[in-house]
């Protein structure tokens, strides 16, 4: 019998006074309240209560064993209280893994935020384009852009991606610009060395989406290396739109073959549990409110 309801049926006989009051207050049978306080003196070696015909009272043992009583219920109680706020509360640590150009060029800003609406938040990132194991790494939260392969986490679609090809103007004005993903053959290609896709890009040809392997002399492994180079002149490069966007506008980059832009790419948050606690629900929900236009 549980040692814990033995010690609840004990506190409540020796507050009513009453084998059949206590029964009543804890809905089980009057067997079963005496049931549970025989087991207690059993175990303890002692007589709790003092019983007549006429009145119930406590020993000096069991005066001594109510105390203790309360205080191990109480502290129970308050143990479930406190961790029963880990799934009502946002607090802790928060570790999130993105990859290196979204988690730089898009979600540090968002996490700021959510941090300081969350003060009791820890936030940590973790920027990496290798394949990390979500829960081998303790990670909580994980930014996916594109394919999922784990069909046993939970993944909630925040936002989509658009790619762009473009290129510097003095690129462009020495080399021309391509007309066709066809004419990439005669381009230099800058390459992004990490992700799902190393050196190959995907474009919209005749035959539909198509994955296009390009060459160049000059990859590198962070998007935003291969940004900079193209800003130098050096080549032509597909690199999503929120990396590029500022650029297209101040004109350090012109985007070639629009009309060949594939499908946007979907972009996910995934997590372990489908009962998250709030921490994770909290921050899944705020970056589908930060982030509910294509990127």
Do not use: K, N, P
């Given at each position: 019998m549980d040692k814990l309801s033995s010690?609840?049926?004990f506190v409540t006989v020796a507050e009513l006074g009453s084998f059949s009051g206590a029964a009543e207050a804890l809905r089980i049978s009057k067997a079963m309240t005496t049931k549970h306080i025989q087991q207690l003196e059993h175990a303890l070696?002692?007589?709790?209560?003092?019983?007549s015909t006429r009145r119930l009272r406590l020993t000096e043992?069991?005066?001594?064993?109510?105390?203790?009583c309360r205080d191990v219920l109480?502290?129970?109680?308050?143990?479930e209280r406190q961790v029963s706020g880990f799934n009502a509360k946002p607090h802790g640590r928060l570790k999130v893994l993105a990859p290196t150009s979204f988690g730089s060029f898009q979600l540090a800003p968002v996490l700021a935020e959510y941090a300081h609406r969350f003060p009791e938040v820890q936030v940590?990132?973790?920027?990496?384009?290798r394949p990390l194991g979500l829960l081998e790494e303790g990670v909580d939260v994980a930014?996916?852009?594109?394919?999922?392969?784990?069909?046993s986490l939970v993944a909630r679609q925040i936002a989509e991606v658009r790619l762009v090809v473009c290129a510097a103007p003095a690129y462009l004005a020495l080399h021309g610009a391509p007309a066709t993903p066809a004419d990439l053959v005669g381009h230099n290609c800058l390459r992004y060395s990490q992700g799902q896709r190393k050196g190959m890009w995907l474009l919209m040809t005749a035959e539909g989406e198509t994955v296009i392997r390009v060459?160049?002399?000059f990859e590198a492994t962070t998007g935003d290396a291969v940004r900079m180079a193209a800003i130098a002149g050096l080549g032509l490069v597909q690199l999503p739109s929120y990396m590029v966007?500022?650029?297209l506008t101040a004109g350090r980059l012109q985007p070639v073959l629009a009309e060949c832009s594939p499908a946007a790419i979907p972009l996910f948050a995934v997590y372990a549990h489908r009962e998250p606690p709030a921490t994770v629900r909290t921050f899944v929900a705020f970056l589908e409110e930060c982030f509910h236009h294509p990127l």
């Open positions: 010690m609840q049926a070696g002692i007589r709790l209560f003092s019983r043992a069991g005066e001594a064993y109510l105390q203790g109480g502290a129970l109680a308050e143990l940590q990132l973790t920027l990496s384009d930014i996916v852009i594109g394919s999922l392969h784990d069909s060459q160049g002399d966007r500022a650029d």
